[in-house]
DNA sequence: GTCTATAACGAGATAGAC
DNA sequence: GTCTATCTCGTTATAGAC
């Protein structure tokens, strides 16, 4: 395991960046290409068109986000911050959301990345779900009605604050909404200890 | 007054339509020049640049949603479901908040257009923490902390929430999610009579 | 698997006639 | 103000040699 990245990871890794920063409008084989010091015509080798490549990149996106969720460990309140500090991770590394980033170019997106984008976030959805209904069974967690409501505004106000933050070129704004969305379900801040 | 629009008015009433449903990076002069059935380079002697014409989309749309905003009218909690039936209106009309949409794009956009949105943002934060401290001093709103960052999150909230619903392409998603953010403020569903 | 070369098209933008 | 014509460049994509 932990193999040398062959060519196609290390598209993927390039593409993957520019499309967190600039959307999947905004970046061309060109760019890749100068990224990797090879030349256009490789990389349509290894992803025959830009769909193709934006396939594969939210599902390579979907994959590690997942695995990502699946390693957070603790009290039901620290599982639902460090949550919210992937975001954050994203964010002060000058990226967004790729998800959220593509949702946004939804409308002009191939057929094939958009159905593998509501992939992305039906599966964050359901892990969201779930952790807050353990949360409120004995985490603490006061909300009422459905949890995937709850999942769903969630979700809304990390990639909106995303989004937000960005725009002002300032993190702290995401960080500042993220804790007054925690505190909606009675998580305190990581700031105070509870 | 309610004059018959000119051609400047025309060109950034289709632009804007354009730039709604695909982003400003998602519209060419071409598009433009062939919905009003002008050439392409009539549209340069109106706007120079698509910098210039991005700039004008965003100002004018700032001006036509505060002017929306100051027609409101009602009990503090009715202004807020009006406010949320702004965003709402857009969406059925198969459109994003311009501004979210160039906010996905930030980095992608002129310096100029960077400006005009920031400006956007802060007046609508600004309209909005104003009624959230007056629903809160006589209106039963129910938060505690800054009405600023309420203010934020409520905006973060409903701009993630149009992204995700047009992405699912289904606006009741939309709805539900800005049900669940004013209940967050003790502001009872529209449908249940108060 | 990577290269050179090029096709085929669309983008923003300009010159200059009317 | 609007037009025709054109420029220059960037885009995705392909053919075929190595």
Same mark, same amino acid.
């Given at each position: 395991?932990?193999?040398?990245?062959?060519?196609?990871?290390?598209?993927?890794?390039?593409?993957?960046?520019? @499309?967190?920063?600039?959307?999947? &409008?905004?970046?061309?084989?060109? $760019?890749?290409?100068?990224?990797? #010091?090879?030349? #256009?015509?490789?990389?349509?080798?290894?992803?025959?068109?830009? @769909? $193709? %490549?934006?396939?594969? *990149?939210?599902?390579?996106? +979907? /994959?590690?986000?997942?695995? @990502?969720?699946? !390693?957070?460990?603790?009290?039901?309140?620290?599982?639902?911050?460090?949550?919210?500090?992937?975001?954050?991770?994203?964010?002060?590394?000058?990226?967004?959301?790729?998800?959220?980033?593509? !949702?946004?170019?939804? =409308?002009? %997106?191939?057929?094939?990345?958009?159905? /593998?984008?509501?992939?992305?976030? &039906? #599966?964050?959805?359901?892990?969201?779900?779930?952790?807050?209904?353990?949360?409120?069974? &004995?985490?603490?967690?006061?909300?009422?009605? =459905?949890?995937? /409501?709850?999942?769903?505004?969630?979700? @809304?106000?990390?990639?909106?604050?995303?989004? *937000?933050?960005? =725009?002002?070129?300032?993190?702290?704004?995401?960080?500042? +909404? !993220? /804790?007054? %969305?925690?505190?909606? *379900?009675?998580?305190?801040?990581?700031?105070?200890?509870?």
């Amino acid at each position: 395991m932990d193999e040398v990245p062959g060519t196609s990871d290390r598209i993927l890794e390039v593409a993957g960046q520019l @499309a967190q920063r600039r959307g999947f &409008n905004g970046f061309s084989y060109a $760019d890749i290409a100068a990224a990797l #010091k090879i030349t #256009k015509a490789s990389l349509h080798y290894h992803f025959a068109t830009k @769909a $193709d %490549l934006g396939r594969a *990149l939210i599902a390579r996106y +979907t /994959e590690r986000f997942q695995a @990502a969720l699946d !390693a957070l460990e603790g009290t039901p309140a620290n599982i639902l911050r460090r949550y919210v500090k992937l975001y954050e991770d994203v964010l002060v590394r000058d990226r967004m959301c790729m998800c959220g980033m593509f !949702a946004a170019e939804y =409308s002009t %997106l191939p057929g094939p990345m958009r159905n /593998e984008l509501r992939r992305f976030f &039906n #599966k964050n959805e359901e892990w969201l779900a779930r952790h807050l209904e353990q949360g409120r069974t &004995n985490g603490g967690f006061e909300y009422e009605g =459905s949890s995937v /409501e709850m999942a769903r505004m969630l979700t @809304a106000g990390l990639e909106g604050a995303m989004l *937000l933050a960005r =725009s002002f070129e300032d993190p702290k704004r995401f960080t500042a +909404t !993220a /804790e007054r %969305l925690l505190a909606e *379900l009675n998580v305190p801040s990581s700031r105070k200890r509870s």
